[in-house]
């Protein structure tokens, strides 16, 4: 199948197998029309396509209208219809996603008056914008520690930076993991500086 975006209901189902046809015998086709994410139709259709060739197939889709905020995409299946020695029936071998060119989903933002301060409780700073609260801390090098939404905490830790990664066998050919370990050490000491908090028109700035 050929990925594209859909102007129209008409999908191309590419065949690769040079000797082989796909017929009714052995594929069958399924379609789900997914919006926003969910599944909103679904159908079944079979084609018949010569081996190492092409064909246009026509499906038949509820009509879609183009609304802000909602996108459509359709998804495309191909199951074997009968058992080989390899393969069971019913197995999927090839799918694809296609994305309607009619999707608004990324609409523009509406004009809001949100406001965002920031206040010093202690040895920490709570920085709020609406029904999010970013916290900070000024002292023992910790950064951001937290971060609600309605009073719910949604960080299971408090962010770090990290320097390290796995090595790889290349890595362990020019002995990384010895003289590249102060890396791995850097990240689990690093300190957090706070320099100031700021407040104007246009950020937050910290």
Do not use: C
């Amino acid at each position: 199948m050929v990925s594209s975006v859909l102007t129209r209901t008409i999908i191309t189902i590419v065949n690769d197998f040079k000797f082989v046809p796909v017929t009714p015998k052995d594929h069958n086709f399924k379609w789900v029309l997914l919006k926003n994410g969910q599944q909103f139709a679904e159908g079944k259709f079979t084609a018949t396509v010569e081996a190492d060739a092409q064909k246009d197939v026509q499906l038949k889709l509820p009509a879609i209208k183009a609304e802000p905020g909602v996108e459509y995409f359709l998804q495309v299946f191909a199951y074997t219809v009968n058992a080989t020695e390899l393969i069971p029936a019913g197995f999927e071998v090839a799918k694809e996603e296609f994305a309607f060119a009619s999707n608004n989903y990324f609409v523009a933002a509406a004009d809001h008056d949100g406001s965002i301060s920031v206040e010093k409780e202690n040895h920490r700073y709570n920085v709020n914008a609406g029904d999010l609260r970013y916290e900070f801390w000024t002292v023992a090098g910790r950064g951001l520690t937290n971060m609600r939404y309605k009073e719910r905490n949604i960080l299971n830790q408090a962010p770090r930076i990290n320097f390290w990664r796995a090595p790889t066998d290349n890595d362990f050919g020019e002995n990384m993991q010895n003289w590249g370990r102060i890396w791995d050490a850097a990240s689990h000491t690093a300190e957090y500086k706070f320099i100031n908090a700021e407040v104007n028109l246009l950020s937050t700035t910290k």
